[in-house]
T-cell receptor, first 113, second 110 residues
Framework: ETGVTQSPTHLIKTRGQQVTLRCSSQ?????VSWYQQALGQGPQFIFQ???????GRGNFPPRFSGLQFPNYSSELNVNALELDDSALYLC????????????FGQGTRLTVV | GEDVEQSLFLSVREGDSSVINCTYT??????LYWYKQEPGAGLQLLTY?????DMKQDQRLTVLLNKKDKHLSLRIADTQTGDSAIYFC??????????FGKGTRLHILP
């Protein structure tokens, strides 16, 4: 149990739709990162938020966007869903902006049909 | 570039030691991690090592880091059926992202 919770656990969407995934960070953790894990692959970094500001982004298009709230919970939004967006989406929380231990949630399995 | 490479499969007999190897490319990494992922589950942080250390031991787990060769290994002593999972090697890059390998699937033979 890492203290990082994600919702929903599973989701099915249609191509072209929009989706919002949610993450509640471990208590005291002010940094949250989102990762996409396609089947059979390692997680790929999408972006990171530190104190409500995006402070790092991977090679993902602008239709992937996020928010971090004052209580450090976070959302990942994906617009205009494509079939290749089907994956496990993982959120990780840690303390501070420097690299430290990152604790992951159980993930949201998104299927785009 | 940023890349983490690890072998995809490893089979080990129950009770033997498992050694999972990994190479990485970014010499500026501050932390190197081993994560475990069981079927249908998220990532569990097993252990990590600071880049200025050579070795870290934690119960059945031993991590060895060769910074010159950019080689990281995870040894699991007395491998049990519950160790069956996918193990990800990862390195931290800067203040934000963690770069993961594709994972090594550890299969335990009876």
């Amino acid at each position: 149990e890492t203290g990082v919770t994600q919702s929903p656990t599973h989701l099915i969407k249609t191509r072209g739709q929009q989706v919002t995934l949610r993450c509640s960070s471990q208590s005291g953790h002010n940094t949250v990162s989102w990762y996409q894990q396609a089947l059979g692959q390692g997680p790929q970094f999408i972006f990171q938020y530190y104190r409500e500001e995006e402070n790092g982004r991977g090679n993902f298009p602008p239709r992937f966007s996020g928010l971090q709230f004052p209580n450090y919970s976070s959302e990942l939004n994906v617009n205009a869903l494509e079939l290749d967006d089907s994956a496990l989406y993982l959120c990780a929380s840690r303390i501070g902006g420097a690299a430290t231990e990152a604790f992951f949630g159980q993930g949201t399995r998104l299927t785009v049909v | 570039g940023e890349d983490v490479e690890q072998s995809l499969f490893l089979s080990v007999r129950e009770g033997d030691s498992s050694v999972i190897n990994c190479t990485y490319t970014d010499s500026s990494s501050t932390y190197l991690y081993w994560y475990k992922q069981e079927p249908g589950a998220g990532l569990q942080l097993l252990t990590y090592i600071f880049s200025n250390m050579d070795m870290k031991q934690d119960q059945r787990l031993t991590v060895l880091l060769n910074k010159k060769d950019k080689h990281l290994s995870l040894r699991i002593a007395d491998t049990q059926t519950g160790d069956s999972a996918i193990y990800f090697c990862a390195e931290s890059i800067g203040d934000d992202k963690i770069i993961f390998g594709k994972g090594t699937r550890l299969h335990i033979l009876p």
